[in-house]
């Protein structure tokens, strides 16, 4: 199996000091990639390096066999490369529809602008609570029903790889499972999906593989059942986990 | 009484093409840009120049303006403010003082400080319903009108509009969206170089042409896109028809030299009381 996405030797930060000091990963096609580690040990930094809202400082992406560490967000966007933020992703002052408007007229290399519907019928499977919110602001909706939306919008242009920043984070447990339903389902539709989590036992479950970050680097890279199945590993890194969760994981383990 | 409401509302709607430039800039590019008053008085005098001294008719020359007027906007972005984007809004703020200021002297050293006005015929005022009103008031009131629907057109129809509106409300989740925001910029600019060409001859046409005539409408037409809430387009049409009416209501009870405070007012009040304005957002920090 060849690889849609990967990372060599990246490194990337704000101000002096890099963050990120020599990622290296890899996404197989088509496979589900989770990325858990502490708050602070830069998951969303490397997912904003990757995107290109962050510049790359050392080492290299590669995108389908070409690297794009040089290319502006948009151009990684037509590249092949969709990212759902973790906050603040959506416009919050357009409406659903001008959302979803904005990601077909945008996020395609030269194909978009179709006059079609703003949902293909496989995506308002997927998401059938946005169709009768067209209207509405999109930041007077929920914060499970914005997630749905920003996913949606991601996906009008089908990805070679989907890149998630934290997609379940403050949703109610109703909407946490709906997340990971649709991960699952987007990734049995072909798409490659990179995504960090801190609910870890849940993104794992629907995972291939798990990459443990720390302190700006990827401290171990497995695959998800063997991750899922250690004890000591899930003291160390998945901090965040809640107490309640920890038995359920040992039995899936 | 009727008379200064109908006054009143001439002011406002003269005003809401330059508040809706101010609205449009402050929200894609986040600084108060206050060139935009000598901005105003610049695209007056060329729009002077095709009209009274090269003997053009005043439509044709004001289109020509506007789309020159745009065009230099994006200009003097590459030149003056392009370079200072990542020092932050206040640089950005002092350059367009300075802009304005360089701006205003250019137009002085070509036409000196006396009043000046288009070639246009004067019409004798007409009554409506015991309202004294005249010719100009009623171009002006349609113009801005259809230029206030063209707008709102643009923005909600048009992939153009609406990518303006997503950078205005998240620059960075517009990149992700594939949105090049060198080009948003550009046509942010060259639109309110448009609404400043037009809002600079309504204004001439009104008053009288000179240096300083866009920086006094400066105060009255923040007041108007401060009210509205910076950012938002319909706010800034609200907001300037709110000030003009306000301004002028308020000269009933207070002497007209102290006209110009009522703005000042509004925008103290404004920001005490409801800082995101009438129609704006609470801010999103990062
Ligand atoms: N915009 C920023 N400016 C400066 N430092 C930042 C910024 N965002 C994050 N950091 C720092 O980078 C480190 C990694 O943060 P982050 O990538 O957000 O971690 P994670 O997503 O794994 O919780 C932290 O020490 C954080 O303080
Ligand atoms: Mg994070």
Redesign the interface.
């Known amino acids: 199996m060849s690889n849609v996405l990967e990372v060599q030797g990246l490194h990337a930060g704000y101000g002096a000091g890099d963050i990120l000091k020599g990622v290296e990963l890899t996404v197989a096609e088509g496979s589900v990639v989770t990325i858990i580690g502490p708050n602070g040990s830069g998951k969303s930094t490397l997912v904003k390096t990757l995107t290109g809202l962050l510049r790359t400082r050392q080492g290299d992406i590669v995108l389908k066999g070409k690297s794009v560490k040089d290319l502006s967000p948009p151009e990684r966007v037509r590249a092949g490369m969709s990212y759902v933020p973790q906050e603040y992703n959506v416009f919050r002052n357009l409406t659903v529809l001008e959302n979803l408007q904005i990601a077909h007229e945008f996020m395609s290399a030269g194909r978009g602008g179709k006059r079609g519907k703003p949902l293909s019928d496989e995506m308002e499977a997927l998401f059938p609570e946005l169709p009768s919110r067209y209207k509405a602001l999109a930041g007077n909706l929920s914060g499970g029903q914005r997630q749905m939306l920003a996913f949606a919008c991601a996906l009008t242009v089908k990805p070679e790889v989907l890149v998630m920043d934290e997609p379940s984070a403050g949703l109610s447990p109703k909407y946490m499972t709906d997340i990971f339903d649709c991960v699952k389902r987007v990734n049995e539709m072909g798409v490659s999906v990179l995504m960090v989590e801190q609910n870890a036992i849940e993104a794992l479950r629907i995972s291939h593989r798990c990459i443990v970050m720390a302190n700006g680097r990827v401290r171990l890279a497995s695959d998800a059942a063997a991750v899922l199945g250690m004890r000591e590993l899930q003291s160390l890194y998945l901090g965040d986990v809640k107490e309640a969760e920890a038995p359920a994981s040992a039995a899936a383990g | 009484m009727l008379q200064t409401l109908f006054n009143g509302f001439v002011t406002g709607i003269t005003m809401t093409l330059p508040a809706l430039a101010v609205t449009l800039l402050f929200g894609v590019l986040k600084f108060a840009n206050f060139a935009i008053g000598a901005m105003m008085t610049v695209a007056a005098y060329m729009a002077f120049a095709l009209n009274a001294q090269l003997g053009w008719p005043l439509l044709p020359s004001t289109i020509v303006v506007a789309i020159v007027c745009g065009l230099l906007c994006i200009a003097v972005d590459v030149v003056t403010f392009k370079p200072l984007r990542d020092r932050g809004s206040i640089t950005l703020m002092v350059a367009s003082l300075g802009l304005g200021f360089v701006l205003e002297n250019i137009a002085r050293l070509f036409y000196g400080n006396s009043a000046r006005s288009f070639a246009i015929e004067i019409a004798r005022p007409f009554r409506v319903m015991d309202i004294r009103m005249n010719k100009e008031q009623m171009i002006t009131i349609v113009v801005s009108t259809v230029a206030m629907l063209a707008m709102y057109f643009l923005l909600?129809r048009t992939?153009v509009g609406?990518?303006m509106?997503?950078v205005?409300?998240?620059p960075?989740?517009?990149?992700?969206?594939?949105?090049?925001s060198g080009r948003i910029i550009r046509w942010t600019w060259f639109i309110a170089g448009v609404l400043l060409a037009v809002g600079g001859v309504l204004i001439g046409m009104d008053r009288a042409i000179e240096p300083p005539m866009g920086s006094s409408y400066l105060i009255a037409v923040f007041a108007a896109a401060i009210f509205g809430g910076l950012g938002s387009p319909l706010g800034a049409f609200l907001g300037a028809l709110a000030i003009g009416i306000v301004s002028e209501m308020a000269t009933l009870v207070i002497p007209p030299n102290y006209r110009i405070g009522i703005p000042l007012c509004v925008i103290a009040l404004v920001l005490i009381f409801r800082p995101q304005g009438l129609m704006g957002?609470a801010h999103?920090r990062?």
């Open positions: 909600t992939p609406r990518a509106r997503a205005a409300d998240n960075s989740l517009a990149l992700v969206r594939g949105i090049e957002q999103i990062r």
